[in-house]
DNA sequence: ATTCTATTTAGAAATATTTCTAAATACTGA
DNA sequence: TCAGTATTTAGAAATATTTCTAAATAGAAT
């Protein structure tokens, strides 16, 4: 379980960004980086640590490779606060 | 909203660390850096970090400078990854 | 007032991260 | 096969982070 690779790959803004824009549906890296002011270079590193981290996933179509989320390790991280707070990982009250 | 700064201060090992020990009760910097192999001044380090991005907070007690977690933020946390999932930031259904 | 203990601050060294440019790979379509 | 487009990899520069040692601060207790 890389846990401490997911945390670290949302540390950073771009990143956290890139999921965002990921939320609507899927992207190609060029899509993605049309987005910023950063070379593709660049993005593709940042899409690298997010891969790696589980965050993401990518299916190739075409000559594009598109990126999509992946919600389940999110779901791993709210359980980490969640028990970080002391909290039953079930239902919550309201 | 310093919210950047809650993911960078998450994103730390040792930090997580901290965080998981004073989900027991508060602690003074002592307590927290006997569980390290750390120098005090790198916990203190860490513990800036940590008040900074308001994920703890300390109350000054005799000698002592006592160290305790601060949930709300984690809310807030919990709230943009619940709504990355795509989901209501409401009641989870089971 | 002085001393002791707890913690922080300052400054420096080691390491890690982010970004770029240039080159490489991979796949498409003529 | 060859040319074109999309993306990644390699290597280097700039910046940020983590850690240490040594010194400073703050408060407690004699």
Same mark, same amino acid.
């Given at each position: 379980?890389?846990?401490? +690779?997911?945390?670290?790959?949302?540390?950073?803004?771009?990143?956290?960004?890139?999921? +965002?824009?990921?939320?609507?549906?899927?992207?190609?890296? &060029?899509?993605? &980086?049309?987005?910023f002011d950063m070379t593709g270079a660049t993005i593709s590193y940042h899409l690298k640590i997010l891969k790696q981290a589980d965050l993401i996933f990518e299916s190739r179509e075409k000559?594009?490779?598109?990126?999509?989320?992946?919600?389940?390790?999110? !779901? +791993?991280?709210?359980?980490?606060?969640?028990?970080?707070?002391?909290?039953?990982?079930?239902? !919550?009250?309201?």
């Amino acid at each position: 379980m890389a846990f401490a +690779e997911t945390f670290k790959a949302l540390s950073d803004p771009v990143r956290r960004q890139i999921l +965002e824009l990921l939320k609507k549906g899927p992207l190609s890296a &060029g899509d993605i &980086g049309s987005h910023f002011d950063m070379t593709g270079a660049t993005i593709s590193y940042h899409l690298k640590i997010l891969k790696q981290a589980d965050l993401i996933f990518e299916s190739r179509e075409k000559n594009y490779i598109y990126y999509q989320l992946n919600t389940t390790v999110l !779901e +791993e991280i709210m359980l980490w606060i969640t028990t970080l707070k002391g909290g039953d990982p079930g239902v !919550e009250s309201k």
